[in-house]
């Protein structure tokens, strides 16, 4: 099992729909959360963090956790074709027992939204 | 405030050469992470350090190093480079080990 594993993807959606990115994640000790957006060529950008189970609210993002079912997942409102990009989820775990917590990504999903 | 800054921007090497790639984080920001990033990957974990140790490495061979300094900037080093080391590779800073990271715009590294 990967260590932190998401819907390959590629995920194309209208522009004004609604985008579900999904995550899982292997270390049931994880506390801290984060989803990322990188557009073609750029870096990584923060966009999401979460380390409560529940919902957190951004604007039109929304990040979903819970940690029984070692799940986590986005949620993009009203999409628009500048949401367009690679969404990685990143999980701050054990890479190996006695290791420190390290933060681990998915492979990424990636995003178009369509005009 | 600057950013996390990554230097070079771009970098071509030979196989078996050493490239020494440089970061400073933002500042106040006492933890640095390395990553590698290959095309159509999420990035992959090689070092992070904080407060000018070493809190942890990822599955990379020895001929990676890296180190912070008393200013908390990083230099990552790779020697005996073969063409698979051919990636983007990240820094990223972030104040408490447990929070989020803030990437630089990345050093592109091309070995031919």
């Known amino acids: 099992q990967k260590e932190v594993e998401q819907n390959s993807g590629p995920l194309s959606v209208p522009e004004g729909a609604i985008a579900s990115l999904n995550c899982t994640y292997s270390?049931?000790?994880?506390?801290?959360f984060f989803w990322y957006r990188q557009y073609s060529g750029k870096s990584p950008e923060l966009i999401m963090s979460?380390?409560?189970?529940g919902d957190k609210e951004d604007g039109r993002f929304t990040a979903q956790l819970n940690k029984a079912s070692q799940y986590v997942s986005l949620l993009i409102r009203d999409s628009q074709p500048s949401d367009s990009a690679t969404y990685l989820c990143a999980v701050n775990l054990k890479i190996s027992s006695g290791s420190a917590r390290q933060l681990t990504f998915g492979s990424g999903t990636q995003l178009t939204v369509l005009p | 405030d600057a950013g996390v800054t990554q230097s070079p921007t771009h970098l071509i090497k030979t196989r078996g050469q050493q490239v020494t790639l440089r970061c400073s984080p933002i500042?106040?920001?006492?933890?640095v992470s390395w990553y590698q990033q290959v095309l159509g990957q999420g990035p992959q974990f090689i070092f992070q350090?904080?407060?000018?140790?070493?809190?942890g490495r990822g599955n990379f061979p020895d001929r990676f190093s890296a180190r912070q300094f008393p200013n908390y900037s990083s230099e990552l080093n790779v020697n005996a480079l073969l063409l698979g080391d051919s990636a983007l590779y990240l820094c990223?800073?972030?104040?408490?080990?447990?929070?989020?990271?803030?990437f630089g715009s990345g050093t592109r590294l091309t070995v031919v």
């Open positions: 500042s106040g920001h006492k933890s």
């Open positions: 350090y904080y407060e000018k140790e070493e809190r």
């Open positions: 990223a800073s972030s104040s408490q080990v447990t929070y989020g990271y803030t």
């Open positions: 270390d049931r000790g994880s506390q801290s």
């Open positions: 979460i380390y409560s189970n």
